[in-house]
């Protein structure tokens, strides 16, 4: 990076995360990252006109990988707290028809923008609510619906809600993607891991996202299932 094409203010903070040593501590790293991400958001954005091309080109650069190494490290730290067993489970009722509208808003836009049909069902069989965890089962959603909007480039992404023989709640979110060969099927839900390293390269992604919900899935009493025939996309549900 040529630290002279960028503001100094940008300098500065890269300077300050690059020499942080580890033992600094998480909250050091994610505070500077925060501080960062605002910085570099406000240059981008050049309210005041006075950045070139380039210096605008370099903090949105910047502004971006802080984003994403935001993510990776609270991904990393959900996973130790899982693995430790101090991540927190807060139990209520979560109403269905709250959930849908809380996918549909989050959602429905970002996959329109990729020309991906966007629907969510819940099935007439179902209760009115759920009794678990409202965050982590949005993060689980989340995950799946993240991943499944990022590696389908036509046709169609769903979730749909239904309840099974067994009174267990069905969260399947189906997508007409790219698909899973079955030999990589449990390989992807180990932490860092996907498909293969053409997938990495092409759609990018941490390869703990499904790590992720696999354990808290777990954490809440139930469990993810994929099933997947390439190409015709894969659908992951979630057991509750």
């Known amino acids: 990076m ?52 380039k210096q605008i080109r370099y903090a949105d650069t910047i502004r971006q990988a802080g984003t994403d190494l935001m993510t990776l490290i609270n991904e990393i730290l959900d996973l130790a707290k899982i693995e430790s067993g101090t991540m927190a ?26 020309g991906l049909q966007f629907s969510v069902e819940l099935d007439e069989g179902l209760p009115g609510t759920v009794e678990t965890d409202d965050m982590r089962l949005r993060q689980v959603l989340r995950n799946l619906l993240s991943n499944a909007i990022k590696f389908t480039e036509r046709g169609r992404v769903k979730l749909r809600i239904t309840r099974t023989s067994n009174d267990v709640i069905a969260f399947s979110v189906a997508d007409t993607g790219i698909g899973i060969p079955q030999d990589k099927q449990r390989l ?20 703990l996202g499904l790590s992720i919900s696999r354990e808290l899935a777990r954490l809440l009493g139930g469990e993810i299932r994929v099933a997947s025939t390439p190409p015709r996309g894969r659908t992951f549900t979630l057991y509750l």
Do not use: H
């Not at 033992?23 to 406000?42: H, K, P, Q, T, Y």
């Not at 489970?89 to 959602?107: A, K, P």
């Not at 891991?193 to 092409?202: I, K, P």
């Open 89 to 114: 489970v807060e139990i209520s009722q979560v109403r269905f028809g709250n959930l849908r509208d809380y996918v549909d808003q989050t959602f429905r836009q970002v996959a329109e923008e990729k």
């Open 2 to 53: 040529d630290y002279q094409a960028i503001p100094i203010e940008v300098a500065g903070l890269v300077a300050r995360i690059t020499l942080a040593r580890p033992d600094d501590g998480n909250r050091i790293s994610v505070r500077m990252l925060r501080e960062l991400e605002d910085v570099c958001g406000a240059l981008a954005d050049n309210v005041e006109g006075n950045l070139t091309d």
């Open 188 to 207: 992807i839900f180990e932490a860092f891991q996907q498909a293969d390293g053409t997938t990495s390269r092409e759609y990018g992604g941490t390869g």
